[in-house]
């Protein structure tokens, strides 16, 4: 079956609304929907996405999802058909020092989507999770396991994923939710000093600096290029047999961050060394199972680390590195890494 062919037969006059949408993996997932005929309206509050990131054929709206009254207006002006929520600050390490910002943002305002897709019938609400809510001691990571988050980011994502199944059993609003993983490409925020490691080595790189690895960098990840997450995402909708479901969707196999820094160094073509840092807290070991979505869509990551590593070191090149933005506001800084303490303002100092 030619399933491009009959996602566009079937949806080409739907509108769909990508929160996040000028941000990374959003922005891609924008690209994707217009070329399957979508009106795509992107609401984002440019917080950690770009202008330059959203394609001029969509409708890009500057706000928050925590503006009740923008998000009310969004879903009462256009007939709205499919949601892909993706809008989050997503910065797992650091959600142990911003409760209150992270669970406002990534809860709350969540909250304040999905009333609006009840409210307004929506067909379907595709959220993007993240592998962030199994927490440790659980790989590969499947669908079928008991989410056993261990921060802040990851039981926030979890709380909605609990809330799409609670708005399905009350409402009868259908939902898909895509568990992605250490997704990286062209577009990626490099100067984000929190995330996206693979983003951050590229920027030290560009300004001749080694790479900072946490710890002895024997901590492993399986790193998924935007090709293989995003078309996945936007063609969900399209096949109904993913309705109601959650689904890992990314790449396979997993390389240390040891390994990681020197593939890097050679996609960037200069070698810098690497810098230890303190350990941090985090989970060791991260990657997933993908059998139930290669099962459902067919989906398999097909861009080897070595070949997307280049495509975004070509991409990086010709962008130039950029400034870091710090996170404004830390709530509590007791156990925070002295790396990020050197970059934050704390509004209440720990005793």
Not at 17 to 45: K, M, N, P, Y
């Amino acid at each position: 079956m030619n399933y491009s062919a009959m996602f566009s037969k079937q949806h080409n006059d739907a509108t769909s609304l990508v929160t996040g949408g000028a941000g990374f993996i959003g922005s891609h997932v924008v690209d994707s929907l217009l070329e399957l005929g979508h009106r795509v309206f992107v609401l984002d509050d440019l917080s950690g996405g770009f202008h330059e990131n959203v394609n001029p054929a969509a409708t890009l709206i500057e706000g928050s999802i925590t503006d009740v009254d923008l998000v009310d207006d969004i879903f009462s002006a256009h007939r709205i058909d499919y949601v892909y929520h993706l809008a989050a600050y997503a910065a797992e390490g650091l959600s142990h020092f911003i409760r209150n910002y992270n669970y406002t943002d990534n809860l709350v305002g969540s909250m304040n989507v999905l009333n609006n897709a009840i409210r307004h019938r929506c067909r379907c609400f595709v959220f993007t999770s993240s592998i962030a809510v199994y927490g440790a001691g659980q790989t590969p990571m499947h669908e079928s396991m008991t989410p056993q988050p261990e921060d802040p980011y990851g039981i926030s994502k979890y709380a909605v994923e609990l809330d799409l199944k609670a708005a399905k059993r009350m409402f009868g609003l259908d939902y898909i939710v895509f568990r992605p993983h250490n997704v990286y490409g062209e577009r990626q925020n490099i100067g984000d000093p929190y995330r996206n490691v693979i983003g951050i080595f590229m920027n030290q790189i560009l300004q001749g600096l080694p790479c900072t690895i946490f710890g002895d960098g024997t901590q492993s990840r399986a790193f998924s290029h935007i090709a293989d997450v995003a078309p996945v995402i936007a063609k969900s909708v399209g096949n109904t047999a993913a309705y109601n479901q959650i689904f890992n969707v990314g790449a396979d196999i997993p390389y240390s961050v040891n390994a990681l820094a020197e593939q890097v160094q050679t996609a960037m073509g200069k070698h810098t060394g690497v810098l230890r840092l303190p350990a941090r807290e985090e989970v060791l070991h991260a990657f997933s199972d993908h059998s139930k979505s290669r099962d459902v869509f067919g989906a398999t990551a097909s861009v080897r680390l070595d070949e997307g590593l280049q495509r975004m070191a070509e991409w990086v090149n010709r962008v130039g590195a950029r400034e870091g933005k710090p996170f404004d506001n830390i709530e509590v800084d007791r156990e925070m890494p002295p790396s990020w303490r050197k970059l934050c303002t704390t509004v209440k100092l720990s005793a």
